[in-house]
């Protein structure tokens, strides 16, 4: 595999998870009764453009899109096999943990010091809000 071919696999597999996290928040949105037909029509329409244009960017660098999906061993995978929001499969994969964490929202607070030679050159404090949109709107 060339460093490009490396290098677009693991942009496509990024993208890929991001697709299909947005297709699981869609699919959330729908079954909530929260998004008019046109609404759906729109995402629906985009999700399917977004995977068509991985599939063809797969094609391009020759990549066979099921090593988009890794094998992060005891985590599970990148990418689930099957996938429906809010039920439970067996196998784990890094999705279904990000959709669940979006689903009832996360907080992730740290500190962080970067120096060299015993000196704390910088230090940052971290506050991540992890949630889905429409539980924002809610709260």
Known sequence: ???EAGLASLLLSVVELIR???????????DAAQLSDAELERAST???SLQQEVLRLCTVFEIDPADLNWNLGELGTLLPDQYYPGVTTDSGSVLELLDRLLNKGIVVEGEVDVGLADLTLIHAKLRLVLTSQYLLKEG
């Open 20 to 30: 299909q996290l947005m297709e699981a928040q869609v699919i959330r949105r729908m």
């Open 46 to 48: 985009s999700l399917q």
């Open 1 to 3: 595999m060339t460093s």
